[in-house]
């Protein structure tokens, strides 16, 4: 079984500043990790994800998360944030197969003009 | 490329009743997740259906069910409806096992 903790529920950052959102899994297999965001009354939309490979994955909307084994981590940064990236954040981890996805419960970006 | 559609957008059921919400998958895609996310959570795995058979279910009971068509798109079906039933219900579709799932709008149910 895997689980998702998603270590902050709310996070301001004012607009054009640099932004981390954290996430930490445990799981007991090899794992895929996603980044979802969700916008008000809307389905989740991809991200980004890590399946294999780099540990530095790069996504959609200048967005980027780093995998680390080690410290079981996958988080969620990008350098400048605008108004527009107001919005859920989800992380969410999958053993393959038929698992599907464990979420974690959240994030809250608020930018601040 | 048509994404994930949902329907109905929105549902008003009486506590006892039964509903049904369906969804089109993505063009190719021959894999189906259905997920329930309450206000405020994050979405929780309900089961998910590849190739017409259902492949893994969460922690749901059995009055939660669901079919998966020929042509991939799929269907939800909840029995005697309970106000903690009350959420978001969204449908996820994937090219096949094991790969990323891409997400309906999903359908907003509300039980009285």
């Known amino acids: 079984a895997q689980s998702v903790t998603q270590l902050d529920s709310q996070v301001p950052v004012f607009e054009e500043a640099p932004v981390e959102l954290r996430c930490n899994y445990s799981?007991?297999?090899?794992?895929?990790l996603f980044w979802y965001v969700q916008y008000p009354n809307q389905g989740l939309q991809l991200l980004l994800k890590?399946?294999?490979?780099?540990?530095l994955v790069k996504g959609i909307n200048g967005f980027e998360a780093e995998f680390n084994k080690s410290q079981t981590s996958f988080h969620l940064r990008k350098p400048s944030v605008h108004i527009s990236d107001t919005a859920e954040y989800f992380c969410?981890?999958?053993?393959?197969?038929?698992?599907?996805?464990?979420f974690g419960k959240g994030t809250h970006l608020i930018i601040q003009p | 490329e048509t994404g994930v559609t949902q329907s109905p957008t929105h549902l008003i059921k009486t506590r006892g009743q039964q509903v049904t919400l369906r969804c089109s998958s993505q063009?190719?895609?021959?894999?189906v997740s259905w997920y329930q996310q309450a206000l405020g959570q994050g979405p929780q795995f309900i089961f998910q259906?590849?190739?017409?058979?259902?492949?893994g279910r969460g922690n749901f009971p059995p009055r939660f069910s669901g079919l998966q068509f020929p042509n991939y798109s799929s269907e939800l079906n909840v029995n005697a409806l309970e106000l903690d039933d009350s959420a978001l219900y969204l449908c996820?579709?994937?090219?096949?096992?094991?790969?990323?799932?891409?997400f309906g709008p999903g359908t907003r149910l509300t039980v009285t």
């Open positions: 890590y399946l294999s490979g780099s540990t």
């Open positions: 799981s007991s297999v090899s794992v895929y």
């Open positions: 259906y590849y190739r017409e058979e259902e492949n």
């Open positions: 969410a981890v999958s053993g393959g197969g038929a698992d599907g996805l464990t």
């Open positions: 996820a579709s994937s090219l096949t096992l094991g790969h990323e799932q891409y």
């Open positions: 063009s190719g895609h021959n894999t």
